[in-house]
């Protein structure tokens, strides 16, 4: 990966302010790209920009409404990297409607408008990647997880769809399935996992984060970086429509 070159793209890279998202925007812009660094913290976004020698754009992605009727315009971009997420953790019976339906939003409804306004341009050049960060729960659910986990497979049907309309144009579409990484989400969840569990928080990342997984470790943000990258680089112009899977073999069992 050392030799990936991205001088002249555009990448928008969304949740860009921290974790995954701003490991994949330093890990572009180092490779050359001019990284549109998106998050709803206009400052973490500005100060990640200012490191990969990109641009901060502060938006509200929950706010679908005015993504789709004009009111927010997205920047163009070569490579678009669909990151920004929430966690929330509660019973079926006990999950917040507005707390589903917003959690929808951001991490289905807003990728979906995200590809529809920068495909015509990467459609136009000829050229384009879009990188799906979805999760081992696109893949699998877990209790307690209804609207991620939700969120995170519909995600995985939208990318399958654009790799399949974008293929004609060299446009490829895949998702990123990282187990769980050492990101602030997954730190923010360890309480209530151990609230739900009955568990004490220093048993929560070995008895149940980990729980499914061999490699019984945290991942990085910076190796799903690695992972991203690879599907913006030559060698992976003929995946598409697929998962590169960084889960710690959660998914063999």
Request: proline fraction near 4%; aromatic fraction near 4%; charge should be negative.
């Amino acid at each position: 990966m050392a030799d990936l070159e991205l001088s002249g793209r555009r990448a928008l890279v969304t949740g860009g302010g921290s974790g995954i998202g701003a490991a994949v925007a330093r890990r572009l812009g180092a490779a050359g790209a001019h990284v549109v660094v998106a998050d709803v913290d206009g400052d973490r976004a500005e100060a990640v920009a200012t490191e990969c020698g990109g641009e901060a754009w502060t938006v509200d992605l929950a706010d679908t409404a005015a993504l789709a009727g004009g009111g927010t315009t997205v920047p163009d971009a070569d490579i678009l990297v669909n990151n920004a997420g929430i966690q929330h953790v509660a019973r079926l019976e006990e999950f917040p409607p507005e707390r589903f339906a917003f959690m929808l939003r951001l991490m289905l409804e807003a990728p979906f408008l995200l590809i529809r306004a920068v495909l015509p341009g990467m459609y136009q050049r000829g050229w384009g990647r879009v990188v799906n960060v979805s999760s081992a729960h696109g893949l699998r659910a877990s209790p307690y997880k209804a609207a991620y986990v939700a969120a995170k497979h519909g995600l995985e049907g939208l990318s399958k769809v654009t790799a399949l309309e974008g293929a004609a144009h060299g446009v490829t579409s895949n998702c990123v399935n990282p187990g769980y990484v050492r990101t602030p989400l997954v730190e923010a969840q360890i309480a209530d996992q151990a609230r739900v569990h009955g568990l004490p928080q220093d048993q929560v990342v070995n008895d149940v984060l980990l729980a499914n997984e061999a490699v019984k470790r945290l991942i990085e943000p910076e190796e799903v970086a690695e992972a991203v990258a690879y599907l913006c680089g030559p060698a992976a112009q003929s995946i598409t429509g697929t998962d590169l899977v960084l889960d710690g073999g959660w998914s063999a069992r």
